[in-house]
């Protein structure tokens, strides 16, 4: 079974600065996809960015950028240039490639703010 | 990305009728669609998968004879809350997927107040 953890439930930082977000999870699998969603207010969930585990390369997407540690399951996400736009909930999720594993199951969440 | 709309976005309806929530993929064929439950500041909780043409998976505790879901085609899937009752009030949002290695794209979610 996999299981997604986010162990920090707030976090605030202030506009144009860097923060990091949390996540660990486990997985029996060897190849796997892990992924951080944003939840704004308006609850529509939107894909920030996608990390193939057999990749080693970190992924990015413009202001956003991950630091995957396989060995440690580890994923955190990197804001640079932090944005008012940025204010959302974020979720982490991963998903397996077996067979009754290809649903994402996703951490608790992490609300983040980003002050003028 | 691809486009995933779910319709209506806000409903209300009496206790013990039913509605039903529509998830259409609209720039893809979604072979599977799930159906998540979001209560509030908490997390996604998923309720089922469903394959096209093919009976719905429901997650442990979830009650197939409330939460009816049907995925006839490759671009739709249905989620009927029937007989529903205030405890069902919550906000429900579908997602889709072309094939076993795509991502998923979500749709905007359905506000379902029961009163």
């Known amino acids: 079974a996999q299981t997604v953890t986010q162990s920090q439930p707030e976090m605030s930082v202030q506009e144009a600065e860097t923060v990091t977000l949390s996540c660990t999870y486990d997985?029996?699998?060897?190849?796997?996809?892990l992924f951080w969603y944003k939840q704004p207010p308006s609850r529509q969930m939107i894909l920030v960015i996608r990390q193939e585990a057999y990749k080693q390369q970190n992924a990015t997407e413009n202001r956003f950028s991950v630091n995957f540690q396989k060995a440690a399951k580890s994923f955190s996400l990197k804001i640079s240039d932090s944005q008012l736009g940025d204010t959302a909930m974020y979720f982490c999720?991963?998903?397996?490639?077996?067979?009754?594993?290809?649903?994402?199951?996703f951490g608790k969440g992490t609300k983040l703010t980003v002050n003028p | 990305g691809a486009v995933v709309s779910q319709h209506p976005s806000r409903v209300i309806c009496k206790s013990g009728t039913s509605v039903k929530i529509e998830c259409r993929s609209l720039d893809f064929q979604a072979t599977t669609m799930f159906w998540y439950r979001q209560f509030p500041k908490q997390s996604l909780m998923l309720m089922a998968t469903s394959n096209e043409g093919s009976k719905a998976t429901y997650e442990q505790g979830v009650e197939k004879d409330k939460f009816l879901i049907n995925h006839a085609s490759l671009t739709l899937s249905t989620l009927t809350v029937t007989s529903a009752h205030p405890e069902d009030s919550s906000f429900y949002i579908c997602s889709a997927r072309a094939d076993r290695i795509s991502e998923a794209f979500f749709g905007q979610g359905t506000r379902l107040t029961v009163v």
């Open positions: 999720a991963s998903r397996g490639t077996q067979g009754g594993s290809e649903k994402l199951v």
């Open positions: 997985t029996s699998e060897n190849n796997y996809y």
